[in-house]
């Protein structure tokens, strides 16, 4: 009996902590930052395609020709440029698309917008199949989606600004969904890192050091010189090798990639871990070029930061903008937007 009492307490509790895990309401700074910062991506990103709109999307010409209906012929996604004919009308749904990002970035009618650049970001992605679907457009898409779950305008947004003027209550109530939403972002990128820690494990070149290397001194990414870690400084009568750091770089970063998943769900661990994934994109944006991509997953690394630090860098900015805005002149009796 007391083997069996002490086992439906371990289930109870686990199902606490499932549910807690899970449904326990949270304040949405957070989800309505990454509102900000991934519709704003989003923004860049797809503008940036209005300089090869004609040769990625339409049907016959560009890098696809015959290739795109071979390569896409058992392709699962959807995109809504299968379905335009005319360069007039792909323009206009283009231009619609950008338009969508900004209402998003700007957090006018949130909900409505995240949707929408939901399915325009997975359209796009799809359409340009293999040729143009990199990194940068999967976390764009996995990000978005997530976003779109969660209350997104609930701070830090237009509507917000306008529910304020109307007389609204103040305050943002805790939500379950942006709970969810940050749950599932972080359990996500949990699982990049872990099969990208995986993959970089089978290449010999992360097994001998010389990875780190190779990339920031590529010249075809290269943006900035690297070379100089080929160095070596002479300390008195000895020298350090900077290539050691090169070495200690590379193994570091298949470890913290592989033992991500079950590090930063420690409080001890996790502002070292996200702190040195987040010094990690920075070094790939800006060795490599690949800003983007690197922003783009310091985002989603922001999943892991709690709302009141949020709260705490961005709600003296968002008061300032609503008291610009509704021109109201006590800023001490105004709540944050």
């Not at 335009?84 to 900004?102: E, K, T």
């Not at 860098?313 to 903008?321: N, S």
Request: proline share 4%; glycine share 6%.
């Amino acid at each position: 009996m007391n083997l069996i009492n002490r086992t439906s307490q371990y289930v109870r509790d686990l199902w606490r902590e499932w549910n807690d895990f899970w449904f326990t309401p949270t304040d949405p700074a957070l989800v309505s930052l990454l509102r900000v910062l991934v519709g704003a991506m989003l923004f860049y990103t797809h503008l940036v395609w209005s300089n090869g709109l004609y040769d990625f999307f339409h049907p016959t010409l560009g890098w696809t020709g015959e290739l795109l209906p071979a390569t896409q012929r058992f392709r699962m996604g959807f995109s809504f440029f299968d379905y335009i004919g005319s360069d007039a009308l792909r323009w206009a749904v283009h231009i619609a698309c950008l338009i969508v990002f900004f209402c998003l970035t700007i957090g006018l009618f949130s909900r409505t917008m995240a949707v929408l650049a939901w399915v325009a970001a997975l359209s796009y992605a799809n359409r340009v199949t293999p040729g143009g679907f990199y990194g940068l457009e999967k976390a764009n898409c996995m990000m978005i989606a997530y976003v779109m779950l969660s209350p997104c305008g609930a701070r830090y947004s237009v509507d917000r600004l306008w529910k304020l003027h109307r007389g609204a209550i103040a305050e943002a109530a805790p939500s379950v969904m942006a709970n969810v939403s940050t749950r599932l972002i972080q359990l996500h990128l949990c699982v990049i890192y872990l099969f990208g820690g995986l993959g970089k494990a089978q290449g010999d070149r992360w097994w001998d050091g010389t990875a780190v290397w190779f990339s920031v001194a590529n010249y075809e990414y290269r943006s900035l010189d690297m070379t100089w870690l080929s160095q070596k400084i002479p300390l008195g009568p000895w020298s350090f090798d900077l290539l050691y750091l090169v070495d200690l770089l590379t193994t570091g970063t298949v470890f913290l990639e592989i033992f991500y998943c079950c590090l930063v769900w420690n409080r001890w661990a996790r502002p070292w871990v996200v702190g040195s994934m987040i010094a990690m994109h920075l070094l790939i944006g800006a060795a490599m070029g690949m800003w983007t991509f690197a922003l783009i997953m310091i985002f989603a690394n922001l999943a892991f930061f709690r709302p009141e630090s949020i709260r705490w860098a961005c709600d003296p900015l968002a008061r300032r903008i609503k008291l610009a805005l509704v021109g109201d002149k006590s800023p001490a009796a105004q709540p944050t937007a």
